[in-house]
C-alpha cells in the first residue's frame, strides 16, 4: 500500500500531472452530488434552526468522509469489482438481497429529493413543477441513455464547478468568521429529537450510503488498477475537502442570515429570500440556481448508482457505455427509478421541503448497516492483500459506525417518549 499511495509524490512531471487529470473523476463527482437538494435543505437548515452551532459536526464528518471514500475506491482498483459483486461473493445472496432492497428503498428516497429540489428551484423562478419536473426527468434520461461515460463524466464534474458559488457569496458578505472558527471546534450538545436528527442528518447527507456503491463502481467502470491507485486517492481525498467547504459555507450563510435575524424556513423560497440581506438582491437566483444544478446533478447519479449496484449484485450486465440491447435491466432500474421520482413530486400538496430533508435523516440511519460490511471486506486480506486497512483508518470508520448507531437509538427513544433525551442527559449529569 505504501508504494501505491506514494504515486502522487512523485515530482509534477508534465506526464504525472496528464495522468491524474485523466483518472481525476469518481471521488471529486461522488463527493460532490451529496451535496444535492437533499445536502442543500439539511446544511440550510441546519444553519438557520440552530445558527453556527452544529459547525463542528463537519469536523469529524470530513474525516469519516475521507476514510470511507478512500476504502471504497481503493476496494475497487484492488479487486477490479464493485462493492455489490463483493458482498454477494462474500456474505450470500441473502444478506446481498436485504441490503439491496433498503438502499433501492433509501436510494429512491434521495431521488424524489432530487425532483423534490428542481421543483422548488424552478417555482423560484416561477415555473410551475408541472413542466420543470417533466422536463428535468426526460433531460437526465438522455444524457445518460444516450451519453457515454465520458459524456456523462465531463458534465457532472462541470456541475461542480458551480457549487463555488456558494463560498464566493459567503465570502463576499458580512460574516463573523472568528465566532465561525470557534464553533467549527467546539462540540456541543442539545438535548432534544430536533437536535440529535439533525446530527443524523449531516452525516446522512455528507457520506450517504449510495456514495459508495457508485464510487467503487466508477473505479471498476473508468478501468483505474492498484498500480494507478495513489492518482484515485489524490481525487477521493480533494472531492471531499471542496464537498464539505461547500456545506460549511452554507451552513454559515444560513446561520448569518436566517438564524440571526430570528427567521424560519419552510420552503425553498424561504431560504431564498432569507439570504438576501446577507448576498445581496441576487440572494433568490443564487440560491435556485445552486439548488437546481445540485438537483439536477444527483437525479442522474443517484439512479445511476441504484443501477450500478442492483445489476452487480444480480450479476446482470451495466455500464453507461452499453444501451438497452446489451445491459436491459440496468437501463431499466434507471429509467423506474427517474419516473417514480418525477411522478412522486408531482402529487398536490407534497412538501417539497420536508421530502428533501428526511431522506438525508433515512441516509444516516441506513449508512452503518452499510460501513460494516465495507470493513468486513477491505480487513479480508483474501481479497485486499497489502491494501488492507490500517489501524487509524478502522478506528474512524468504527466510530463512525458507533456513533450513528447511537444517535438513531436517541432519536427513536426521543420519538417513542418525548423528552426522553433531556431526562437521560440530566440523570447522567446528575
Not at 477521493?236 to 459555507?249: D, E, H, K, Q, S
Amino acid at each position: 500500500m505504501t508504494a501505491v499511495a506514494a504515486a502522487p509524490a512523485k515530482k509534477f512531471s508534465r506526464k504525472n500531472i496528464l495522468l491524474f487529470l485523466a483518472i481525476l473523476g469518481p471521488g471529486i463527482i461522488t463527493a460532490n452530488v451529496d451535496n444535492d437538494a437533499g445536502g442543500i435543505t439539511t446544511y440550510s437548515l441546519a444553519g438557520a434552526q440552530y445558527g453556527y452551532a452544529l459547525l463542528w459536526m463537519l469536523l469529524p464528518t470530513t474525516v469519516s468522509l475521507v476514510v470511507v471514500q478512500e476504502m471504497c475506491a481503493r476496494m475497487g482498483a484492488v479487486t477490479g469489482k464493485g462493492l455489490s459483486d463483493l458482498i454477494r461473493e462474500s456474505f450470500g445472496l441473502r444478506t446481498t438481497f436485504y441490503i439491496m432492497i433498503a438502499l433501492f428503498l433509501t436510494n429512491l428516497g434521495n431521488t424524489i429529493s432530487e425532483f423534490a429540489g428542481i421543483a422548488a428551484g424552478m417555482e423560484i423562478f416561477g415555473v410551475s413543477k408541472f413542466v420543470s419536473v417533466p422536463a428535468a426527468a426526460v433531460l437526465v434520461w438522455l444524457l445518460i441513455v444516450k451519453g457515454s461515460y465520458r459524456i456523462v463524466e465531463r458534465v457532472f464534474l462541470f456541475a461542480c464547478v458551480i457549487y463555488l458559488a456558494y463560498p464566493l457569496a459567503a465570502l463576499s458578505a458580512d460574516v463573523p468568521w472568528l465566532e465561525v472558527a470557534k464553533a467549527s471546534v467546539t462540540p456541543t450538545f442539545r438535548a432534544d429529537g430536533g437536535y440529535v436528527a439533525m446530527m443524523i442528518g449531516l452525516v446522512g447527507t455528507t457520506i450517504a450510503p449510495w456514495m459508495q456503491f457508485y464510487q467503487q463502481a466508477a473505479v471498476v467502470e473508468k478501468g483505474i488498477t492498484a498500480d494507478k491507485y495513489g492518482y484515485t486517492r489524490l481525487d477521493v481525498v480533494v472531492g471531499c475537502f471542496f464537498a464539505v467547504a461547500v456545506a460549511l459555507f452554507i451552513v454559515v450563510s444560513c446561520a448569518a442570515s436566517i438564524y440571526v435575524h430570528g427567521g424560519s424556513v419552510e420552503t425553498a423560497a424561504d431560504a431564498a429570500r432569507a439570504l438576501e440581506p446577507l448576498v445581496g438582491q441576487y440572494a433568490s437566483w443564487l440560491f435556485a440556481v445552486g439548488l437546481i444544478n445540485a438537483s439536477l446533478f444527483a437525479a442522474g447519479v443517484l439512479p445511476l448508482s441504484t443501477a450500478y449496484y442492483i445489476c452487480e449484485a444480480m450479476g446482470w450486465e451495466l455500464g453507461i457505455d452499453k444501451d438497452f440491447r446489451k445491459a436491459p435491466e440496468f437501463f431499466w432500474l434507471f429509467t423506474i427509478s427517474i419516473v417514480v421520482g418525477s411522478l412522486t413530486i408531482l402529487v398536490p400538496g407534497m412538501p417539497l421541503l420536508a421530502v428533501m430533508y428526511l431522506s438525508q435523516v433515512v441516509n444516516g440511519v441506513v449508512l452503518p448497516f452499510v460501513l460494516i460490511l465495507m470493513l468486513l471486506l477491505v480487513n479480508d486480506k483474501r481479497l485486499m492483500g497489502s491494501f488492507v486497512n490500517g489501524p487509524a483508518f478502522n478506528t474512524v470508520a468504527w466510530a463512525t459506525v458507533v456513533g450513528l448507531i447511537g444517535l438513531t437509538a436517541l432519536m427513536t427513544l426521543d420519538t417513542v417518549w418525548p423528552g426522553a433525551i433531556g431526562k437521560l442527559v440530566s440523570l447522567v449529569a446528575g
